[in-house]
């Protein structure tokens, strides 16, 4: 792993199903394992790439349309949040938010990135 790899991954979902989010975790892994569930709260296990990723979704986060969406540990395809944002951003066909720095000491913990379709851009986001 490079060093500007995040270890681990989270992007906000805006207004999608937990049954699209589920197809799409199938769509990057080889295997998906649905470990628990609860209402608003699913934890799941994928296979990717020969390694297990813990994934955890908590519905309604930050306002009543966001969903969290958390690799755990970052043996996905994306090197950074960004990159997971772009992708989901394009198969789940909505607008994504991420944080703009991956949590670096210092750095403006409002900062985000807000990515629809071929649109980025940087927004303040206060929750």
Same mark, same amino acid.
């Given at each position: 792993?490079s060093d500007n790899r995040h270890p681990d991954i989270e992007i906000y979902v805006k207004n999608c199903s937990p049954?699209?989010?589920? !197809?799409? #975790? @199938?769509?990057?892994? =080889?295997?998906?394992? @649905?470990?628990?569930?609860?209402?608003g709260t699913h934890a799941f296990t994928l296979l990717i790439a020969g390694h297990r990723v813990p994934v955890l979704?908590?519905? !309604?986060?930050?306002?009543? $349309? +966001?969903?969290?969406?958390?690799?755990?540990?970052?043996?996905?395809? +994306? =090197? !950074?949040?960004?990159?997971?944002?772009?992708? $989901?951003?394009? $198969? #789940?066909?909505? @607008?994504?938010?991420?944080?703009?720095?991956?949590?670096?000491?210092?750095?403006?913990?409002?900062?985000? +990135? !807000?990515?629809?379709?071929?649109?980025?851009?940087?927004?303040?986001? #206060?929750?």
């Amino acid at each position: 792993m490079s060093d500007n790899r995040h270890p681990d991954i989270e992007i906000y979902v805006k207004n999608c199903s937990p049954d699209s989010l589920h !197809k799409w #975790l @199938q769509s990057v892994a =080889e295997q998906v394992t @649905q470990e628990a569930s609860q209402p608003g709260t699913h934890a799941f296990t994928l296979l990717i790439a020969g390694h297990r990723v813990p994934v955890l979704i908590h519905e !309604k986060v930050a306002g009543k $349309a +966001w969903t969290s969406v958390w690799f755990k540990e970052n043996h996905t395809p +994306w =090197e !950074k949040d960004i990159d997971c944002a772009r992708a $989901a951003s394009t $198969a #789940l066909e909505t @607008q994504i938010r991420c944080i703009a720095s991956g949590w670096n000491n210092g750095d403006d913990p409002d900062e985000w +990135w !807000k990515v629809e379709g071929d649109n980025e851009e940087l927004i303040t986001w #206060l929750t």
